[in-house]
């Protein structure tokens, strides 16, 4: 897939014509109030590019997971009240997807006119790609952008199935993943070292095993180092373990050694007794964790290892906390990581998921290059997968 090559928004004569974007409006909400706006405020961009080029805008998501059935509680009319006042017009909202409200909105729309319709995802026809369903979504408009990075991965009516019956462009927002995602696989600025934290080897094997090929530097915290440890036959206590990937961790080291690598493991552990915030903890030598004792972050020589090896970077890509950031007792890992991240001067890439969030927390987010706005999205692309939404778009001429 060379998602460098596909069309843009800016590709397509949107003057006077309908346009379906598929935006990330999965926003997180409490009583039906907006807690963080950040995915609207992502998709203002592409919005306003339409409405200064006198577009028909009609904007889709979806939000949750309402299981195909309407269901109130999911419903989007909180996002149009919100982007209104972000774009300082009205908003128009229909009262359902495909229905008679969204196709009288549609064609009541003059150029410059911005409509939301209803969560894709009240019908079932969405997840399941149906042509029948893409086709009255497509019918809506005459032109097809895709901005909706965070659900690029999945071939769902609204992500992909449109693009069959549509001239198709990416928006801005996944234009900006892809230049960045896109380019540091493919053309990163040396030296390349990527982070991967997280619980669990199994989610991120395809990702190393593709990193393996370009990266210089590969460094694993979080729960999934223990496992790499168990296979340098060191004792990991309670900590977490996937007895069923040692193997896998034992052939990635040795790979990375073949292939001249640097694959770096932690070598001290802030252990605790139990799985707690406020448990009794200790630091600790990777090979020596105590039975009954289990690692919730990295130590502090291992900080300082990682940190030197961030230093001289010239792209950093980071994916996965280094320890259980959410409390207080087992953040300094990660905050060590990400202080570095910030200061190394690299083009970074966080993405997604608990590092963005770690990332914003610490008042870190205006130091990096690039915040993904999709985390499993941006784990598949690090695998080198082809990701269904980028590919069904058209290519340039």
């Not at 306003?48 to 269901?71: M, T």
Request: net charge negative; aromatic share 6%.
């Amino acid at each position: 897939m060379n998602a460098l090559n596909k069309k843009t928004v800016e590709d397509l004569e949107v003057s006077g014509k309908r346009v379906l974007v598929r935006c990330d409006f999965n926003v997180p909400l409490k009583d039906g109030v907006i807690t963080s706006d950040k995915r609207i405020v992502a998709s203002l961009p592409t919005i306003k590019y339409l409405i200064d080029n006198n577009a028909k805008v009609i904007l889709c998501s979806h939000l949750g997971r309402p299981k195909g059935e309407f269901n109130p509680e999911f419903s989007l009319a909180p996002v149009a009240a919100r982007l209104s006042e972000l774009l300082g017009k009205e908003v128009k909202m229909a009262s359902d997807v495909v229905g008679e409200s969204a196709q009288a909105l549609a064609a009541e729309l003059n150029d410059g006119d911005v409509m939301l319709i209803e969560n894709v995802r009240f019908h079932k026809e969405e997840t399941k790609n149906d042509p029948d369903f893409s086709k009255k979504l497509a019918d809506l408009a005459d032109l097809y952008v895709n901005d909706a990075f965070g659900s690029a991965h999945r071939a769902h009516s609204s992500t992909t199935g449109v693009a069959d019956y549509l001239p198709a462009a990416c928006g801005y927002l996944i234009q900006k993943e892809i230049d960045f995602i896109g380019g540091a696989l493919a053309n990163p600025k040396r030296p390349l070292v990527a982070i991967l934290g997280g619980a669990k080897v199994s989610d991120k094997i395809g990702v190393i095993t593709n990193l393996l090929e370009k990266c210089d530097t590969i460094i694993v915290g979080g729960g999934m180092a223990y496992t790499f440890m168990k296979a340098l036959g060191y004792s990991i206590g309670t900590s977490l373990l996937e007895e069923d990937r040692i193997e896998d961790a034992k052939n990635m080291m040795e790979t990375a050694k073949a292939k001249g690598v640097k694959f770096l493991i932690p070598v001290d552990n802030k252990v605790g007794k139990e799985y707690d915030p406020d448990t009794e903890a200790m630091v600790i030598d990777s090979d020596s964790i105590p039975d009954g004792w289990m690692g919730l972050d990295i130590g502090p020589a291992t900080q300082q290892l990682f940190a030197d090896a961030i230093k001289g970077s010239g792209t950093v890509i980071w994916n996965g906390p280094m320890g259980v950031s959410e409390w207080e007792n087992f953040a300094a890992g990660t905050i060590a990581v990400a202080t570095a991240v910030a200061e190394s001067g690299a083009i970074s890439i966080i993405g997604g998921g608990d590092s963005a969030a770690a990332v914003q927390k610490l008042g870190f987010a205006d130091k990096m290059s690039h915040i993904s706005t999709g985390g499993g999205a941006s784990l598949e692309f690090l695998e080198g997968k082809e990701l269904p939404g980028i590919v069904a778009l058209n290519d340039k001429d």
